[in-house]
Structures are given as structure tokens and as C-alpha cells.
């Protein structure tokens, strides 16, 4: 499918984009965003503002570790019930420790 002739697929993949990639900045303003935070953690959650968008994406929820900023929980809501959440756990960073395994032939 090509997203860029299907506005709404391309308003959806835009979200999908800044929120794995770290930078919703890249955000437009079709896209309501709200922060929060508790005692561990910080919560960006954000909501389209295009009603045809919401029909498939409710919103996504970002949650964020105080301790070292990396994503804690993901949560994709295609509805108010109906949603898909990942939790990260035992995260390394920075542990690759053979860089020719990335290496293009």
C-alpha cells in the first residue's frame, strides 16, 4: 500500500514514526499531545485530532523511566478497550560489543 496517497494511513504512519524514533517533534498538529509524571516515571500521551485517524488509533501512550529516559511501556489503543501494550524490561544499552555483525557485504 502506498501511505503517502491515503492521507489518513500517512497522519498514522507520522505517529508510529515519531514515537518509535524518539522525536515527536515531528509531530504535526493533527496530534493533541498531553504530559504527566509520577514518582517514576513520565507520561506523554498522545491523541489524533483527525476523526477518520481515530477510527483505527484511539491514541498511544508513552511511558518514559525517570531513571534513565528510556521507554518503560508502550501502549497502542485502537479503542477505549481494545489496545496492544508492551513493557520493557531487563533494557541494555549500549552492549554491542562486535560491530561486524552490522556490517554491509
Given at each position: 500500500?502506498?501511505?503517502t496517497s491515503n492521507k489518513?494511513?500517512?497522519q498514522m504512519q507520522d505517529m508510529l514514526t515519531a514515537c518509535?524514533?524518539?522525536d515527536l517533534s515531528k509531530l504535526s498538529t493533527d496530534y493533541e499531545l498531553n504530559y504527566f509524571e509520577d514518582q517514576k516515571n513520565y507520561l506523554v500521551k498522545i491523541k489524533p485530532v483527525n476523526t477518520a485517524v481515530q477510527?483505527?488509533?484511539a491514541g498511544m501512550d508513552i511511558y518514559l523511566d525517570k531513571k534513565d529516559m528510556s521507554v518503560y511501556k508502550l501502549?497502542?489503543?485502537?479503542?477505549?478497550t481494545n489496545y496492544t501494550e508492551y513493557i520493557f524490561r531487563n533494557k541494555k544499552f549500549n552492549s554491542l560489543t562486535d560491530e561486524k555483525i552490522f556490517s554491509v557485504r
Open positions: 500500500m502506498n501511505l489518513m494511513m500517512n518509535m524514533i524518539g477510527a483505527y488509533i501502549r497502542l489503543s485502537e479503542t477505549a
